[in-house]
Every structure is written in structure tokens, then in C-alpha cells.
């Protein structure tokens, strides 16, 4: 007969060595990430009465996939993405592709505490035998732009949209810098589990750091022609988007003012303006996409206001009739085309290369300018407004009535 006591076995979730029973209670108490979701969260004897109502009050973290949206993925950090789901996504991101392993993958930061996790998207498609090209401090726009100019098989960007550290958000790519949405995203969806890993590669990939500012930079620089100074004045999250604005301007006679980040960027822009007599200002989001512009006295210009004046100068750059996707109605010269279409990264993009659209419109502040690939670049924006505004001598307000 055997009289030995059953111990249990305590195992976190995504750790493959057990725990005793003495740090099971530890972590607990100390509201250990893991503990959310283990299946003997609820052994608790001996816990004070405080720890044991807080967690009561804590319910199981949703699954990975439930973590999504049309778009891609958004998060707490640590907490709703660990460096486990890093993991997780980083092998399903191309068993839901079925990625050759000879493919390489770019992988876009623009979050700067996300470092662990990057770690794990790099290691796991380095252990397949991937080679993996690293773009620091990068936009939505610029990743797409260097999958496509690099023949890359697709790749992730890590950001933060509104500057809170304590947030991520993920954006997939596929081949040709095509945003990954619709049935590409589900298959990613469904291969979310944690025994789905990348067979390992007799070689591990390569790990390169690369730098395309200058490249992406002659996208633009035929079309910004100062023919006079101008100030201009940007606060932004995403210092990918700053750094290019920079060199961007030192191109020309421009002056640009750059805030630092946060605060309430109304206030702060319009005070800047006002103090350093700017021609305008610009507020641009984490993924470089979504812009909102202020004119010479500090007031933010309505959407439908800044629609009107970019479509004004795209069409004096472009050849042929303008056609302009949007999933909402438009005021459009006579000429131009409207292509409705839904929002959102993959709805936009795929209409603006099925109708063979010259700019897009979505009212989240989002354009997009076919600049050798569809992409919503908010450098585009203060692109075509610095051209615009060096070529006459009238104020942006003056412009709105």
C-alpha cells in the first residue's frame, strides 16, 4: 500500500518547468502575470483575506485571438501580451502564410519597452531558419514600402498609436507590403495555439539591422520644393515619423519645431504656433499614419477642410483624372472619381490598386497618396502642404473659406 501524500503539481502557464506548491502562493501573492489564466489560480489556502478578494475581483485574461481587430492586434503590455504570445504569433504569422523558411520578415519598432517581445518574434523566426531584417523606430507606411522594395515575404510592426507605452498595437504585412486583413488575418487567428511552433532549422537565421530613410526620403523629395522658409511645428509619438520630417526639412529653407510628447497636443501646438509665428502645425500618431493639421493661429482645420486642400494640390501633380477611394462621401472637383470602399488598412489599400486610385480619404484622419505603393503616410500630408504653402504667399486660414 502506498501511503505517500498526492502532492500536486503547480506549472505557469507557457513555462515549461513546475513550480512548487510554497512559490505557486508567492507569485500569487506578488499578482503574478501568469496567474491570470492558471487553471490553479484558485488554490489559495493560506492566502490573506485581502490577496484572495483581489483576486476575485480579477477575472481570466480573454485568448490571444480574442485580442484582435480588422486591423491587426492591440494589448496591455505586459499583461495581455506577454513575451509567450509574442511567441505565438511570431509562428502562427507564418504558418497561417505558409511561409517558405527560406523567406525573409521584417520586423518594424516603434515601441520602445516592447523589447522582450521583439526578442521573441526575432527568436522564434531565427530558430525556423529565417532570415529577419530589423527596421528601428519605423512607420507603418515605411515598413510596407521596404517589404515591397526589398522582395520581403512580409513582416510585423510593433507601436504604440498614442504614445502610452502601456499599450501595443500589432500590424501585419504580407508579401508586396500589403496589409494583412479579411481571411489572411483569420488563418493567423486560427493557428494561435501554443503547441503550433516553427520546426527548428539545421541553420538559424540571420539577424540584420537595416536603415531605408534615405531611399524612402526620394519618395517625397521631387515633390517638396520650398520657394520660400515656412516654420513648421510637430509634436508626435513616433519619433520614426520625427527623424524623417527632419531630414526631410533640412532639404530645404524650412524651420521645423518639434515638441516633445504628451500633454493635450491642441494646447500645446497652438501655443507653439502662436510663440514661434508657424505657418502651421501637425500632430501624427505612433504608426505615422493619422495626422491632424492647425493652421497659422492654432486651430485644428475640420477634416473635410484639409480633405479639400490636399485633393486640390494631389491633382496638380498628377497626370490624369483624380480617383479618390473613401468609405465616406466626399465635396470632389468635377472631374474626380469617388470609389467608395470600407476603412480600415487592407479595404483601403486593396481599392486603391484595384481601381488604380492616385488618394485616399478615411475620416480617422488617415490619407493615402499612391506614392509607388498604396500606404497612409502622414509625411505625404505635411509633404504636400509645405509644397503647397512655399509655392504662395497665403496663409492655410485664408484658404478655408
Known amino acids: 500500500m502506498n501511503d505517500e501524500p498526492n502532492i500536486p503539481i503547480f506549472q505557469c502557464p507557457g513555462q515549461a518547468a513546475p513550480i512548487d506548491r510554497a512559490t505557486h502562493l508567492s507569485r500569487l501573492t506578488q499578482f503574478y502575470p501568469g496567474c491570470r489564466n492558471c487553471p490553479q489560480r ?4 493560506g492566502l490573506p483575506a485581502r490577496i484572495i478578494q483581489t483576486w476575485s475581483k480579477i477575472p481570466p485574461q480573454p485568448p490571444l485571438e480574442q485580442r484582435f481587430h480588422h486591423e491587426g492586434l492591440s494589448a496591455d503590455l505586459p499583461d495581455q501580451f506577454s513575451v509567450d504570445d509574442a511567441a505565438q504569433l511570431a509562428a502562427a504569422f507564418c504558418l497561417g502564410q505558409k511561409l517558405a523558411s527560406a523567406a525573409p520578415l521584417l520586423l518594424g519598432m516603434a515601441h520602445s519597452t516592447a523589447i522582450d517581445q521583439a526578442e521573441a518574434i526575432i527568436a522564434v523566426w531565427r530558430r525556423a531558419g529565417i532570415a529577419v531584417e530589423l527596421l528601428v523606430d519605423a512607420t507603418a507606411a515605411q515598413v510596407a514600402w521596404t517589404i515591397d522594395q526589398r522582395k520581403l515575404a512580409g513582416g510585423i510592426l510593433l507601436s504604440s498609436p498614442l504614445g502610452d507605452l502601456r499599450q501595443i498595437e500589432l500590424s501585419l504585412f504580407g508579401p508586396g507590403g500589403a496589409p494583412i486583413a479579411g481571411d489572411e488575418l483569420e488563418r ?14 539545421r541553420r538559424q537565421g540571420s539577424l540584420t539591422e537595416i536603415d531605408m530613410t534615405s531611399p524612402y526620403l ?52 497652438a501655443a507653439a504656433i502662436q510663440q514661434h509665428q508657424a505657418h502651421f502645425g501637425v500632430w501624427i500618431d505612433g504608426n505615422g499614419e493619422t ?111
Open 188 to 201: 493567423i487567428k486560427r493557428r494561435l495555439h501554443p503547441h503550433d511552433r516553427l520546426p527548428p532549422a
Open 291 to 401: 495626422i491632424e493639421v492647425f493652421e497659422e493661429r492654432g486651430y485644428r482645420i475640420l477634416p473635410p477642410q484639409l480633405t479639400k486642400l490636399l485633393i486640390d494640390e494631389v491633382a496638380i501633380w498628377e497626370q490624369e483624372p483624380l480617383r479618390i477611394a473613401s468609405p465616406t462621401p466626399l465635396d470632389l472637383p468635377s472631374e474626380a472619381t469617388l470609389i467608395r470602399c470600407s476603412a480600415g488598412r487592407g479595404e483601403m489599400a486593396s481599392a486603391i490598386r484595384l481601381h488604380n486610385c492616385q488618394f485616399g480619404v478615411e475620416p480617422s484622419g488617415r490619407y493615402w497618396w499612391r506614392n509607388q505603393l498604396p500606404a497612409a503616410d502622414a509625411l505625404g500630408v505635411v509633404t504636400l502642404l509645405l509644397t503647397r504653402q512655399s509655392r504662395m504667399d497665403r496663409s492655410l486660414s485664408s484658404q478655408l473659406i
Open 42 to 45: 484558485e488554490d489559495q489556502a
Open 218 to 269: 526620394q519618395r517625397f523629395a521631387p515633390l517638396h520644393r520650398a520657394l520660400r522658409p515656412l516654420r513648421l511645428v510637430v509634436q508626435s509619438p513616433a519619433r520614426g515619423s520625427v527623424n524623417l520630417l527632419r531630414q526631410l526639412i533640412a532639404l530645404s529653407v524650412c524651420e521645423l519645431i518639434v515638441l516633445p510628447n504628451g500633454g493635450d497636443p491642441s494646447i500645446r501646438l
